[in-house]
């Protein structure tokens, strides 16, 4: 008789958070990027430096974000595969990728909430 034997994965039913923040961080620096190009001949200098800076901590947010995320999907892929019929490909770790790494995580999320429900 062939059992599963089922890894213990710290934090089970949270891994997807990290990978969430990946799209929901590019729609902010996507967001403040618009914002500084739409009205920065409007706002002053000032504005708009304060607004580059934040573009700038953004871009390096997701890129530290992106050197995580292949650790949460791991054990967010573990967890998965227990909890539902569907195992994720090993082809969703490729999600270190920057700019890949949101549609990436998108497509990986959707299906995620096909088969588990959350989030």
Known sequence: MVTKQSRRVPFPDSW?????????????WLSVTLLNAA????????????????????????????VFAPFALYYDRT????????TPTLLYLFIFV???NVLISTSYL???HRFVGTP
Do not use: D
Not at 16 to 28: A, E, G, K, N, R
């Open 16 to 28: 997807w958070v990290p990978i969430l923040s990946i799209p929901i961080s590019f729609l902010i």
């Open 110 to 112: 959707a299906r995620r």
């Open 39 to 66: 009205f920065a001949q409007h706002i002053g200098l000032q504005v708009s430096g304060y607004l580059s800076e934040t573009a700038s901590v953004l871009t390096a947010v997701n890129y530290a974000l992106s």
């Open 79 to 86: 967890y998965v595969s227990e909890k539902s019929k569907w």
């Open 98 to 100: 920057p700019l890949l």
